[in-house]
């Protein structure tokens, strides 16, 4: 087997104010300081000896030090954006001028959806790679000829071609476990996410989605169609080392689109019981009660759920597959099995109106989540809500335009709803939910528990307001 090249995964510097890292599903700052770990580049990072994971953004590093530090290897992989993509392809550019033994690779969704277009805007960049690239990767860093890898784009004779369509990998336990790789390349404390336990760790039990809502991303452009799981031995076995070699994590996250539609689940809870961890994962808001009180018992402490809105009309035209009255169940046997549920709703999906934005603010009160979060709708290329809304003419930005000095922009209007008054009810969304007394006293109460909790919340309650006060800023 050949030496592979010395290479660099590299989730680039931050910009604008983003806070995001190559794990976040949309590029944006958050209300409250948030990263997340850059996963799908760890996976690759542990499959080529001599290999580095840098995240710059995570680490506050500058376009200098990543610079200068880039110049030990030769093979760089860029994990790039749609809103991120020019400032990456610049951040190449440099690279390349300052090395010119480099080659330079950019993986991701923007570029999976549009390789071609990627490569013609970024002359630095050597080749793109298409869908899932872990094996991908491999093979370049082994020094194949770029036209023999399958699932790139590339130039050719001053031609950009694209190679056959690398198959999905079917058997993801072969593949290494990252948190092995965040141990080595890491800081654990850098990664933040305000609902879970600091510091915390995310990992995946999978790969796609069974769901086939139009507007998620990762599904629509590198995950699959279909839901690919590795087997429960596996996991476990994964987070039992990752228990001796991250003793700081207070609880692991699994950061699967639906953790909880795998169909193994119920034999992971009783493998992940003994080990005596606290856990938390994304799920769908149609788990059966028994099933929640079985995760409860195996140290599930949350989960995070799509709820998107409160309005059944607008929930069928995104084909999210869930009912209004399944989920009000759903919210009642969560509580009842003592779980807490982080809430997740976006704002200015096709259907929406003033009507139905107050049907969402009351269905989100009436449910009573532990904590949300508020988006705004994002009609990212390869998703079916970008095409839809390029049909109907409701897009009124893209690209770099779908974030703004690192908050997210509104960029889907209607005939009947200004892109204003979407991007203003996130706000009023915020304060309705938050600004009462049931969510006040339940935060109050886990200060007084932890001294450490207590300053937490406090830094995020500044970072929130500060947060607001920018949002209102990009308004004016």
């Not at 983003?18 to 958050?30: K, L, V």
């Not at 690779?105 to 793109?128: C, I, N, Q, W, Y």
């Not at 606290?278 to 140290?299: F, H, I, Y």
Request: hydrophobic share 40%; charged share 25%; net charge neutral.
């Amino acid at each position: 087997m050949p030496e592979a090249m010395r290479t660099l995964f590299l989730n680039p510097p931050s910009y604008k104010g983003y806070d995001g890292s190559a794990g976040s599903r949309y590029q944006a700052c958050r209300e409250v300081r948030s990263f997340w770990y850059p996963t799908w580049l760890a996976y690759p990072a542990g499959m080529i000896k001599g290999a580095r994971l840098l995240d710059a953004s995570a680490k506050g590093m500058t376009a200098e030090e990543t610079i200068r530090q880039a110049g030990d290897y030769e093979l760089i992989v860029i994990h790039t954006g749609t809103p991120t993509f020019s400032h990456d392809g610049a951040l190449a550019a440099a690279l390349k001028e300052a090395h010119p033994h480099l080659v330079i690779g950019m993986v991701g969704p923007h570029v999976t959806v549009r390789p071609e277009e990627s490569l013609r805007s970024s002359p630095a960049v050597d080749f793109v790679a298409i869908g899932e690239f872990d094996d991908t990767i491999v093979e370049v860093s082994e020094g194949t000829p770029l036209d023999r890898v399958s699932g790139i784009a590339l130039r050719s004779e001053g031609a950009i071609v694209r190679t056959p369509r690398r198959p999905f990998i079917r058997n993801l336990d072969r593949l290494p476990f990252v948190t092995g790789v965040y141990a080595r390349d890491l800081r654990i404390e850098d990664y933040f996410i305000g609902y879970l336990k600091h510091p915390y760790a995310s990992l995946y039990g999978g790969r796609g989605c069974r769901g086939r809502c139009t507007y998620c991303l990762w599904p629509q452009t590198i995950g699959g169609g279909r839901y690919r799981v590795r087997s429960p031995g596996n996991i476990v076995q994964e987070l039992s080392l990752a228990k001796k070699l991250l003793p700081q994590v207070k609880e692991f996250f699994f950061d699967d689109d639906t953790f909880t539609d795998h169909p193994g689940l119920e034999e992971v809870a009783r493998r992940i019981g003994p080990l005596g961890i606290t856990w938390s994962c994304n799920a769908r808001a149609d788990v059966p009660g028994r099933t929640l009180e079985m995760l409860k018992e195996a140290g599930l402490r949350l989960l995070v759920v799509g709820f998107e809105s409160g309005s059944q009309r607008i929930l069928n035209n995104i084909r999210k597959g869930i009912t209004i009255e399944g989920a009000r169940t759903f919210a009642a046997a969560a509580a009842k099995a003592g779980l807490l549920i982080h809430g997740t709703f976006v704002l200015g999906l096709p259907g929406e109106t003033r009507e139905t934005l107050e049907e969402t603010m009351r269905f989100a009160r009436d449910i009573d989540p532990y904590s949300l979060q508020v988006s705004l709708a994002a009609p990212y290329p390869g998703t079916a809500l970008y095409d839809e809304a390029r049909r109907e003419g409701w897009l009124v930005g893209e690209g770099e335009g779908l974030v703004a000095e690192g908050i997210q922009n509104s960029v889907m209007a209607y005939p009947w709803l200004s892109k204003e008054e979407i991007f203003s009810a996130v706000e009023v969304f915020y304060r309705r939910f938050y600004l009462r007394p049931a969510p006040i006293i339940r935060m109050l109460r886990e200060m007084l528990k932890d001294r450490d909790e207590f300053f937490r919340r406090i830094r995020e309650g500044k970072e929130f307001f500060s947060f607001m006060s920018k949002r209102k800023a990009a308004l004016a």
